[in-house]
């Protein structure tokens, strides 16, 4: 149970246990009440932006997100955005979806007693459990009472103390992972003869691809949700994850009827590259690409069955060529194909993922591909 009798002042705090929740940021600031309070809803509401811009993210200990429910659901209350996360929906389903309250997070507590200790104030994601429960810090606000800070001071002194702690974690979390961090952009330059160098490039960053991924999937940057506020309205709507069929037409079009039946559109050596593999649930091992030189040619020519140019030929070496980048740009073409239409977390069992050094592969079961 919360134990918040310590907290003297609002640059105190203590830990709150959830469940059912996955994985935050440590840099995210939630807001949370047990009761809905007028007064500070008003003052996020009409200054969110503003503390978004000039407390958290300017803030000098380290860049922080504001995470303001009632505006998160507010955003996804568009259907489009509601239609992007959760693609299985139908329209009649997706108006269900659009009715929430402020106090949505008390839901997910550990201890339901904990509730009537958590009065207007933050959590910051600390740490997860083995058992997949999560703890937060949780810092109030002091309200309604005389000689106090203003809630922009209040909010800029419970920063501090809170970063004052993150940078204790990072420092135990360098120590024991030897530094490393995820999410870094490597380039890695291999010798030209290098029959690894596809595969060695497939997780790591290229300058091209990069360009590539950010002119393909800019109309879908709205469309996605992140850290904590994501995660939040995922488990708020109860709603169980959905795949659908894959249908390729006689004519070689791609649809999944039970997104709404979208096709999913590629331009041809692209498509071609993703039915080879397709056609391979064990998966093609970069390297041995050339193996597979002469299906992908035959895939290509039923794409296109008036011929093959020279350049046409040239292309499908080259993607077969695993000393070159030529099959990790389709890869990323492939991706896009996918997200720019449904979240990542469903796509990614659409498109090729694998681990550097093993086969990549197409993860969904082939139980749900149809050929017409």
């Not at 303001?68 to 507010?74: F, V």
């Not at 992908?296 to 020519?301: G, M, Q, R, V």
């Amino acid at each position: 149970m919360l134990d918040n009798t310590n907290i003297r002042y609002r640059t105190d705090s203590c830990l709150v246990e959830f469940k059912g929740l996955e994985s935050g940021s440590f840099t995210d600031a939630i807001y949370i009440e047990n009761e809905f309070d007028p007064r500070l809803n008003r003052y996020f509401k009409w200054y969110r932006r503003y503390l978004q811009k000039y407390v958290f993210h300017t803030y000098k200990g380290g860049y922080t997100d504001l995470i303001y429910i009632p505006h998160e659901l507010k955003k996804l209350k568009r259907k489009k955005q509601l239609r992007y996360r959760f693609p299985f929906l139908k329209d009649d389903e997706l108006k269900q979806l659009r009715h929430f309250g402020t106090e949505i997070m008390l839901q997910f507590l550990v201890d339901p007693d904990d509730a009537r200790m958590l009065k207007p104030g933050f959590l910051f994601y600390r740490d997860k459990k083995p058992n997949g429960i999560l703890i937060y810090e949780y810092y109030p606000l002091i309200l309604y009472k005389s000689k106090v800070p203003s809630l922009k001071e209040q909010i800029k002194e419970i920063l501090e103390a809170h970063h004052e702690k993150l940078d204790h974690i990072r420092h135990e979390y360098d120590f024991i992972h030897g530094g490393e961090r995820y999410g870094k952009g490597l380039f890695c330059t291999v010798s030209p003869k290098d029959e690894n160098a596809a595969d060695r490039k497939f997780h790591e960053f290229d300058h091209k691809i990069a360009e590539l991924m950010a002119r393909l999937e800019k109309d879908v940057r709205e469309l996605q949700q992140y850290g904590v506020s994501m995660s939040l309205l995922e488990k708020i709507i109860h709603q169980e994850d959905k795949l659908s069929r894959l249908v390729i037409t006689k004519d070689n079009r791609i649809f999944l009827p039970d997104y709404n039946n979208v096709e999913i559109k590629m331009e041809p050596l692209v498509k071609a590259v993703y039915l080879l593999f397709l056609k391979h649930p064990e998966g093609i091992v970069f390297k041995h690409l050339p193996d597979y030189r002469e299906e992908l040619t035959n895939i290509y020519k039923d794409l296109r069955p008036w011929g093959l140019s020279e350049k046409t030929l040239q292309s499908i070496e080259d993607v077969t060529n695993p000393i070159l980048n030529s099959i990790n740009e389709k890869c990323a073409r492939i991706r896009s194909a996918f997200v720019r239409h449904f979240d990542d977390h469903l796509a990614n069992n659409y498109y090729i993922t694998g681990d550097r050094g093993k086969e990549k592969k197409i993860a969904l079961t082939r139980n749900l591909v149809e050929w017409e």
